[in-house]
């Protein structure tokens, strides 16, 4: 059991459920909790033949540092993907791919929050360095709502010579900076694209910017300086959407 981890919150353990049910070994509910939601959770896990336990709320409270929602799964180790995945991905996607790099974000909490809005709006991956990141945990699962189990987060040592191999591929790489000239909602995302976000204050690394086709900006017109990096993630990234469901001329 030591070599478990703790997955926390009904969309999070259902998503494991659904979508890599072998790798959850049981499911635990608070006691007296039997609602519809619940019942649809213990449905899906009969299907996978999933052991199902109870105990005490106050027994989950000392397990996560959370809110648990009164479900626990006791699950096989996260998965984060190496870098020799992203071509084997690049090659089975149809259309322009959309990527996502995040350049020192180490908040779980914005992990999640960026992973849930990356999922929504159609990325093929989310990609990260190996050091001075944050990384899959309990937190970032409940947060991410189950985009966790479904969107890699693929993990760089070198997230230079990533970028430079993305772009020999064909993808323009965009990064976002405060004293960009060109906004977002001017720059042509229907291409292959890789969309780059700096870690909140700091921004982008001096090479990671160095290996940006393009800088863009959010028009700012209040008296703060910058938005959370999961908040302007999600309006770079359904900007991007938007062009690319709109009609051709």
């Not at 478990?4 to 072998?22: D, I, S």
């Amino acid at each position: 059991m030591s070599q478990l981890e703790k997955v926390y919150g009904l969309h999070a353990v259902e998503a494991l459920l659904r979508h890599h049910p072998k790798r959850v070994k049981k499911v635990w509910l608070a006691e007296g909790r039997s609602d519809p939601r619940v019942q649809a959770l213990l449905a899906i896990a009969a299907q996978e033949r999933v052991d199902v336990g109870q105990c005490e709320r106050r027994e989950m409270d000392a397990w996560v540092e959370g809110v648990h929602q009164g479900v626990v799964a006791d699950v096989s180790p996260s998965q984060v993907w190496g870098e020799a995945m992203l071509d084997e991905l690049l090659d089975r996607t149809e259309g322009a791919p959309l990527l996502l790099v995040l350049d020192g974000v180490t908040d779980p909490h914005n992990l999640g929050a960026v992973l849930r809005t990356a999922d929504a709006a159609g990325v093929q991956a989310v990609i990260v360095p190996k050091d001075k990141s944050a990384t899959l945990n309990a937190t970032v699962r409940k947060v991410a709502c189950g985009a966790a189990e479904v969107l890699p987060l693929v993990a760089v040592t070198n997230l230079a010579r990533t970028l430079e191999k993305l772009r020999q591929r064909g993808l323009w790489t965009v990064g976002t900076a405060g004293e960009a000239e060109q906004e977002v909602y001017e720059h042509d995302f229907t291409g292959p694209t890789i969309l780059i976000m700096g870690a909140e204050g700091k921004g982008m690394r001096r090479l990671t910017r160095e290996h940006c086709d393009y800088l863009v900006r959010l028009p700012m017109a209040g008296s703060v300086s910058s938005l959370n990096v999961s908040v302007a993630t999600g309006v770079c990234l359904f900007e991007a959407v938007r062009q690319r469901r709109a009609p051709r001329s």
